[in-house]
């Protein structure tokens, strides 16, 4: 199966189009200090990833439900590895950036199991996820 050589960073003009109201703007950037949620899809053997439906259903969705507490969100769609041999690391890695990790456990932990229940209508990956303070 041939992966689409793509690269999507979705400025939030876009799911701004395709969300409620509550869409973070395009004019916000991550700041030193703040909180980056960051989710990886890692590639192997029978892992399946629909880009579409993650990036105009999934994450709208999830933008939606955090509401105002998000301040930023981008999905990266992996194309390559390290050297042209190298498979490619992750299928996709989704960011969600807040001011603080209360603002991200307040609106994720009420929205959890909507949100978790939906993984299995893009992938069939168990995604590993990181949360940051953004240090530069």
Known sequence: MKIKIIT??????????????????DTFTNKKGMIKVTILY??????????????????????SLLGDSLKLLAIDEGIAGRTPDDPIPYLAIGYLSFDKLSSYQNSFGPNAEKIVSDIPNYTNIQPVVQISKIFQ
Do not use: R
Request: net charge negative.
């Open 8 to 25: 999507l960073i979705l400025g939030v003009i876009a799911l701004h189009a395709n969300c409620q109201q509550n869409a973070p703007t």
């Open 42 to 63: 890692p590639n192997g053997d029978g892992k399946t990833f629909d880009m579409d439906y993650y990036s105009n259903k999934h994450m709208p969705m999830v933008a």
